[in-house]
């Protein structure tokens, strides 16, 4: 079974508005970062936040992290059409050398 | 500063053929890494090498083999390609293996299998 799942799968929003993502995941982990990812292309890191932080900015993005509800959530303030992408989580469970993945946040803007 | 690179591009396979993929990066990393991806699904870690000398099965590494030639290549084979192994290869790197650092990945491999 998958560690991180995202919700929604999908998501459709007009250009200006915000994009709230959220992480679920299922073990104790070190660390969790948030990738986008651009149709057909490789994947790009966005942001890390470690697990004894609870919320971290990067420009327009905002990360939070609740470890007692194993739950991150990635907020995209006033997106922009070039912000369509697919958008995935990826912990680092706690004693293991290596990330895992979620299934990705299919992230749509409309102009 | 090219970053990781991936050869080839794409590729065709029959079942039963075989291949490598290729994989460099020039960031001096310490680890490597090989995922795949399926048509809307995330990334599943087939195998990884924490540093030069160490490799390491990860989540679905059945059918296939990887080298890490030295520090800056890490490379994939297929033995006896199958149609289920139909998928985008995507390899990365990082500073270490723990999650501490991001990964930088490769604009991937498209493989198709028939």
């Known amino acids: 079974s998958q560690q991180g799942e995202e919700d929604p799968q999908a998501l459709s929003i007009q250009e200006g508005e915000n994009a709230t993502m959220n992480c679920s995941y299922k073990?104790?982990?070190?660390?969790l970062q948030w990738y986008r990812q651009n149709s057909g292309r490789g994947l790009v890191h966005l942001i890390l936040i470690r697990s004894n932080e609870r919320e971290k900015h990067s420009g327009r993005l905002r990360v939070t992290l609740d470890t007692s509800k194993k739950s991150s959530s990635l907020l995209i303030t006033a997106s922009r059409a070039a912000d369509t992408a697919s958008y995935f989580c990826?912990?680092?469970?706690?004693?293991?050398?290596?990330?895992?993945f979620g299934q990705g946040t299919r992230l749509t803007i409309n102009p | 500063n090219a970053g990781v690179t991936q050869t080839p591009k794409f590729q065709v396979l029959k079942t039963g053929q075989s291949m490598t993929l290729q994989c460099a990066q020039d960031m001096n990393h310490n680890s490597m890494y090989w995922y795949r991806q399926d048509p809307g699904m995330g990334l599943r870690l087939i195998y990884y090498?924490?540093?030069?000398?160490?490799?390491d099965k990860g989540e679905v590494p059945n059918g296939y083999n990887v080298s890490r030639l030295n520090k800056r290549e890490f490379s994939l084979r297929l033995e006896s390609a199958a149609p289920s192994q139909t998928s985008v290869y995507f390899c990365?790197?990082?500073?270490?293996?723990?999650?501490?650092?991001?990964?930088?990945f490769g604009p991937g491999t498209r493989l198709t299998v028939t």
């Open positions: 990826a912990t680092e469970i706690q004693g293991a050398q290596k990330l895992v």
């Open positions: 073990t104790s982990i070190n660390n």
């Open positions: 990365a790197s990082s500073r270490t293996g723990t999650g501490a650092y991001e990964q930088y």
């Open positions: 090498s924490a540093s030069e000398g160490t490799t």
